[in-house]
DNA sequence: ACTAAAAACTAACCAATAGTAAGTTTTATG
DNA sequence: CATAAAACTTACTATTGGTTAGTTTTTAGT
């Protein structure tokens, strides 16, 4: 009784070896031959598996898209409230052990593949959208509809922004300092009183001490590498 | 009596070539052959002027970003209040003829260059400074400084993101989209009453109005065409 | 104007790279 | 156990970034 055929763990393999080999030499210096030598198999081996750099390229970026998806998903279980939750998506897309330099980088790296690949544009899309959607549910609570829909995209954009320039600039941005950012436009844009005020920071204090043990635990770390 | 050298000639050509085949093709496709049959000459040509693909690729970059950084000085010249200087940075950085598809996406493609191109880093790192130090120069009059600080990197981060978006989505993000979005976070960050709201509403409108004669006129494109 | 040096350009080459094709071994299945 | 399918290997090709050595053109000093 295998759980999966030899194929997908192959494509895991080499995708997690590829996504290293960006990491470690940019999307332009990162060669089949190394991504092989990475996984220690041979160049022929990745191309029997991704039938060329492109889908292997799309593979890597939809893992690292899952990856983050998943920390939202699993902060989720432990968000009770719409400031909670709220809370757990800000705090998974910063989380130190996917919001860091390295990450970042490769992330700036592979996104340069987007414009003209259409697997990684689908892949962006829903991503952007997933995101959109979950700020809304939550921000629906706090602002009249049209208000919600303006302030889910500003803040879309804003992670998006605040990733890139992480992966741009040499020194490393802190996730607390991400956190902070976007908690900075919360309180400008969400009604923002005495109450809601310690409500926010209660919240992002819960998830952020849930963060660290949902997501740092090596259980979820090991979860994450499999696929 | 000739202004320019041969090779400072021959290297705007060039790097104008090569923005054009990252439009084109994107950066993993754009090859020295491809640029130099742009160019109209050989490959050969094209590596005695940079003495490697990363040195073309800076030039490249270092080229769309002063773009865009000569729009903002052109329309600096127009701006005569804190209001009209602070539009003008934002319509600069969206005005049609540089913030469109075409060249988000090759912004895009460049981009992952930096992370391992010291010299791209450091154009990077001098531009995030140099749009900062213009948003703090004029929101210092409508804030305090430590609360523009936060307002001045909140928005460049904020428009890094905006151009990430139009780069990576299919659907084009019209100049005027963008700029509302930038409108809907002011009007949440700065001081807005009846009256700067006015006031806002009427510096938007003159700077655009100005920016369709001084950045859309032929002469702004001829000399920007030259470098 | 003449010449020497510097710059612009060309062409032939090389190692590395993405991708192919044809074959061999291993694994799954009736 | 036989057969087909999947996994893997190897050898090959065309393209690519980059080098080198040489030729032509431009520049500058006398």
Redesign the pocket.
């Known amino acids: 009784m ?1 759980s999966k ?6 494509r895991a393999e080499l995708s997690r070896a590829a996504f290293e080999a960006v990491v470690q030499f940019g999307l332009r ?8 030598a990475i996984a220690g ?5 990745v ?10 390229l799309e593979a890597v970026f939809r893992r690292s898209n899952t990856l983050l998806s998943e920390s939202v998903i699993e902060l989720y279980r432990y968000a009770e409230t719409p400031y909670e939750r709220l809370w757990a998506i800000i705090i998974a897309n910063f989380f130190e052990t996917i919001f860091n330099r390295r990450v970042c980088q490769a992330w700036v790296s592979l996104i340069s593949e987007v414009p003209h690949n259409e697997g990684c544009q689908r892949v962006q899309i829903a991503n952007n959208e997933r995101i959109r959607s979950n700020l809304m549910h939550e921000l629906r609570h706090f602002l009249p509809e049209s208000e919600a829909q303006k302030v889910a995209r500003h803040l879309g954009v804003q992670i998006d922004g605040i990733w890139v320039r992480a992966g741009l600039l040499p020194t490393p941005v802190e996730p607390d300092v991400a956190v902070s950012e976007i908690e900075f436009a919360i309180s400008k844009m969400l009604p923002f009183d005495e109450i809601s005020a310690v409500k926010h920071k209660n919240a992002r204090k819960k998830i952020e001490q849930i963060a660290q043990i949902a997501l740092g635990s090596k259980a979820f770390k090991d979860k994450a590498m499999q696929e």
């Open positions: 295998r055929s030899i194929r997908s763990i192959r210096r990162t060669t089949l031959d190394k991504v092989g198999v041979s160049k022929g081996v191309l029997h598996h991704f039938k060329e750099k492109s889908a292997l």
